[in-house]
């Protein structure tokens, strides 16, 4: 059993940044892709960015080239780095482990452990 714990967030304004972690309970964390999803009031659960357990990255469109995930596998802990923010980035953000083909990372679906979440509001 992976337990996930999210911290990090906060309330900025637009252009700020914010570095999320996720930290697991156990060192076989390794062995898991690891992803950040995102959900807004009102809307469904948005994939946000994956690590896996290769250590290759993908990022939704509407995060690439500000958002970036990484993992030190020492400290079983992996980060969300998001630079300029912008008020579409507010939600509650979770980090999640699994072990999805890579057609279906962006489906939380296929991710079976999940964190408690942590709030990020951006005004503008």
């Known amino acids: 059993q992976v337990q996930l714990a999210e911290s990090g967030g906060g309330w900025v304004q637009a252009g700020d940044s914010l570095r999320l972690s996720c930290v697991a309970s156990?060192?076989?964390?390794?062995?898991?892709?690891v992803a950040w999803f995102r959900q807004a009031p009102g809307k469904e659960r948005e994939f946000v960015a994956t690590i896996r357990a290769t250590g290759t990255t993908h990022y939704s469109d509407s995060v690439k080239g500000r958002f970036t995930i990484s993992r030190d596998r020492a400290k079983n802990t992996v980060f969300l780095q998001m630079d300029t923010l912008n008020p579409e980035d507010t939600a509650i953000y979770y980090c999640?482990?699994?072990?999805?083909?890579?057609?279906?990372?962006?489906?939380?679906?296929?991710?079976?452990?999940w964190g408690q979440g942590t709030q990020v509001t951006v005004s503008s």
């Open positions: 156990e060192s076989t964390l390794g062995g898991y892709g």
């Open positions: 999640a482990a699994g072990r999805p083909i890579l057609s279906a990372i962006r489906n939380p679906l296929m991710y079976g452990y």
